[in-house]
C-alpha cells in the first residue's frame, strides 16, 4: 500500500484543483466573526503543497505548515515564503511558540494511517499547541462521497477512470472494502505502477465530538460543508 503523498507531490495542486480553498476560509472566519474570535498564527497539520494555508496568510496570520512528507513541503514552499513549512508528524508535534488556531484540511485525519489511537494523539498534540482561546478546524471528507455510493449499492465497483498531467497518463481507481471504507487507488498507467493508495475510513459525528471532548475540548461544532464536489463534516473544536 502507497499512501505517502511523496509519489504525488508533483500532481497534488492538479487533482485539487475544483478544492475551493478561498469559500473554506470565508466560511471558517464568518464561524469565528460570530463567535468574536480573532486569531492571529495559525498551525495547518498536514498541509500538503500549502495551498489552504498560504490562502490563510492573505488574512494577516502568522502562519505555519506541517506535514509528513519533504516532497509535498518543497512544493509548498515555493508557493510562499510567508509561511513558515516544515516537516513533523501531526499525530505528534511540540511548537516552539503555541498558536490560536490549528487547521488540518482536506481530511488527513482520516487518512489510512489514522486510527483511533492516531487520532486520540493528534487531537492531544493539537490541544497542547493551542493557545487559549483557541479553535482547531479540520474537515472529513467523503462523508457525501459515502452516502452517494451507499445509494448507489447497484453500481459496479471498483469504479475507473482516466486522466492526463503533463504528458502521463494515469488511471484511478475507487473500490469499497467494506461499508465504512473507501479506497482510492491511483496508477500510472504504463507498467501500472501504484502512485497512492489511500483508504478513507466512514466518519461518525458523534464520535469525533467524543473524541475532542475527551481530549479537552469544548464547544465542538460540526457541521457540512456543501462547498467541494462532496459534502464533508467540517468541525471546529475550542480551547476554552
Ligand atoms: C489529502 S492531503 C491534504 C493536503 C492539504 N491539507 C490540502 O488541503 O490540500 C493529506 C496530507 O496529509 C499528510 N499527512 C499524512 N499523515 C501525516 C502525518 N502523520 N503527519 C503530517 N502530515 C501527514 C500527507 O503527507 C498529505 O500531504
Do not use: W
Amino acid at each position: 500500500m502507497s499512501d505517502d503523498y511523496s509519489n504525488v507531490a508533483s500532481l497534488y495542486d492538479f487533482l485539487q484543483r475544483e478544492f475551493p480553498v478561498e469559500k473554506l476560509v470565508a466560511f471558517i472566519f464568518r464561524y469565528f466573526g460570530r463567535k468574536g474570535f480573532r486569531p492571529k498564527s495559525v498551525l495547518d497539520i498536514g498541509c500538503g503543497t500549502g495551498s489552504f494555508v498560504v490562502e490563510l496568510c492573505k488574512k494577516g496570520l502568522r502562519c505555519s505548515g506541517l506535514d509528513a512528507s519533504q516532497e509535498m513541503i518543497s512544493v509548498a514552499r515555493k508557493k510562499s515564503k510567508d509561511v513558515n513549512f516544515f516537516t513533523g508528524d501531526m499525530a505528534d508535534f511540540l511548537l516552539k511558540d503555541k498558536v490560536d488556531l490549528v487547521t488540518a484540511i482536506s481530511s488527513p485525519l482520516y487518512m489510512g494511517n489514522f486510527d483511533k489511537s492516531r487520532r486520540a494523539s493528534c487531537f492531544s498534540s493539537v490541544f497542547k499547541n493551542l493557545n487559549t482561546p483557541g479553535y482547531f478546524v479540520f474537515d472529513i471528507l467523503n462523508f457525501g462521497n459515502f452516502e452517494s455510493c451507499l445509494a448507489k449499492k447497484s453500481r459496479k465497483f471498483p469504479i475507473t477512470s482516466k486522466f492526463e498531467h503533463e504528458g502521463v497518463s494515469y488511471n484511478t481507481s475507487i473500490d469499497y472494502a467494506n461499508p465504512d471504507k473507501i479506497s482510492l487507488k491511483i496508477f500510472k498507467s504504463e507498467g501500472n505502477s501504484l502512485v497512492l493508495e489511500q483508504v478513507y475510513e466512514r466518519s461518525d459525528a458523534d464520535v469525533l465530538k467524543r473524541e475532542l471532548l475527551a481530549a479537552g475540548f469544548s464547544d465542538v461544532y460540526v457541521t457540512i460543508n456543501k462547498m467541494g464536489v462532496h459534502k464533508d463534516y467540517l468541525v471546529f473544536a475550542a480551547k476554552p
